[in-house]
């Protein structure tokens, strides 16, 4: 019996463990990354987070759903678009693909904890999730806060999108340097970045919540934060036609064969395809096949999904709803303005002190990326005038001058993804990656004809 038993569990182990296969042969350009496996919600953006953790970029690949069965195949290469070449990353994908982050990952989340795969930095921190209307100066605000009630910022991302601000910062205690457990003082805290965020016209409210600092992925939890806080629906029909005019996205019912099919088409940028199937995944879409790719600096992609009851999108108004979410993860992560890097010693009340500086210089941070190790602040904020518009550079050079040339630095190289137009060939084919998908469905047999 125990005998027969430990074989179940063998064949169960075998069955639920992707099978991972790296081929640097088969294409010229890029390195092609298979990952074969029982199929489980949530599958697609476990592998598209650890490629895009490891720095990779994925130029082109496809999906699909076979019963039981799952197939990815990505075309990557790494940040200079070379081809993977280096042993320990090949064993690294293979490992973290093949069984270690899956076998680490919670039933509820489907992802690995942190981006950055450093969990161990953030397990004696303690993480702040903040939401609300953003007006210009708020982040500085929000850094003097922390500042006055003894609170070290050891790391934080900050997203702005549609009039809404979310983030996640962690802290630790100054004269202690560890978790602050407190529940006194964390209400304390709580109370005083809730008045921060407050707006006597937000008719959404203001949010602000002490969450574990081994929650789910950082990114994947500002996407949820500002789905929840609702930032794709927009404050004015004017913003929307303008926003929805900067990249196309599509849903349409395919009846014939029981899925919806989503196409999202604007200009490609780093960690697009994480965005758009993290919002599925979370708007608890299950994507069955699919295909993704670029044509010079645009990104087409098409996905195949239905509820995870099997059944299609259902009405108009679900419809809409797809779309604006999609739009807005896309519009999220490429927030308009400048990009400046901050790097010197870290101190007490350092943030405090250079976003204060940015608003006195009447410059708004749209995005930031706070981090410290080792007693250096690595930080990099992306920055607009107080009306979202680019800034005047003379405010950029007298912010540089203020905090010294050699700590704060202009990217030129870096310039804030803009979306384009679609051209009108885009526009009038929209589904045309649809006969690339079926090819790919004939090629693995799901379908009889491709035509």
């Known amino acids: ?18 099978r991972v296969v790296i081929d640097n042969a088969v294409c010229a350009t890029a390195t092609v990354v298979r990952v074969n496996s029982a199929r489980k919600h949530g599958m697609l953006l476990e592998a598209v987070q650890v490629l895009t953790d490891l720095g990779l970029t994925i130029q082109k690949g496809y999906i699909s759903s076979d019963g039981r069965w799952f197939m990815d195949v990505f075309h990557v290469v790494d940040g200079r678009g070379h081809k993977l070449l280096d042993p320990a990353l090949l064993s690294r994908i293979e490992r973290s693909l093949g ?10 989340d489907g992802c690995n904890n942190h981006d950055d795969g450093d969990d161990d930095g953030l397990a004696g921190l303690t993480a702040l999730e903040l939401t ?38 962690f802290v630790k205690d100054h004269d202690s340097g560890s978790l602050i457990a407190d529940a006194h003082r964390v209400h304390r805290i709580e109370g005083r970045l809730r008045n921060v965020l407050s707006d006597d016209h937000d008719v959404r409210g203001a949010k602000t919540t002490v969450a574990s600092p081994t929650m789910t992925h950082s990114d994947r939890r500002l996407h949820q934060l500002m789905f929840a ?12 036609s303008s926003s929805s005019s900067k990249l196309l996205v599509t849903v349409q019912n395919w009846t014939e064969r029981g899925y919806s099919a989503v196409s999202v ?5 780093p960690k697009l395809l994480f965005d758009v199937v993290c ?30 009851d099997g059944s299609p999108i259902s009405s108009e108004a679900e419809r809409q709803r797809v779309i604006q979410c999609l739009q807005a993860a896309v519009e999220r992560r490429a927030s308009e303005g400048m ?21 006195e210089n009447g410059l708004s941070v749209t995005r ?58 885009e526009a009038a084919g929209v589904f045309s990656l649809g006969n690339l998908v079926m090819r790919n469905l004939y090629y693995l047999g799901l379908i009889k004809s491709c035509s």
């Open 1 to 18: 019996m125990e005998l027969a038993d430990e074989y179940q569990k063998l064949v169960n182990r075998m069955m639920n463990t992707p």
């Open 339 to 359: 990009r400046l890097e901050l790097s010197m010693p870290d101190r007490k009340g350092l943030l405090a002190d250079v976003t204060r500086t940015f608003r």
């Open 279 to 308: 919002t599925l995944t979370d708007m608890e879409y299950v994507v069955f096949h699919g295909t993704f790719g670029t044509d010079a600096d645009r990104a087409y992609q098409e996905f195949y999904i239905r509820h995870m």
């Open 229 to 240: 806080d609702r930032d794709y629906e927009r404050v004015s029909s004017n913003e929307a």
């Open 368 to 425: 930031a990326e706070i981090t410290t190790k080792a007693g250096e602040a690595k930080n990099e904020f992306c920055v607009a005038d107080t009306n979202g518009q680019p800034p005047d550079r003379r405010a950029i050079h007298a912010v540089i001058e203020w905090i010294g040339k050699d700590h704060l630095k202009l990217n030129e190289q870096r310039m804030v993804w803009s979306f384009q137009d679609p051209s009108p060939e």
């Open 265 to 269: 088409q604007c200009r490609d940028r």
């Open 132 to 169: 609300g209307t953003d007006r210009p100066g708020l982040l500085s605000e929000v850094f003097a806060v922390l500042r006055d009630l003894e609170c070290d910022v050891v790391e934080a991302k900050v997203w702005t999108h549609n009039g809404r601000i979310a983030s996640l910062i």
């Open 99 to 108: 069984g270690e982050a899956w076998s680490s990952s919670s039933a509820e």
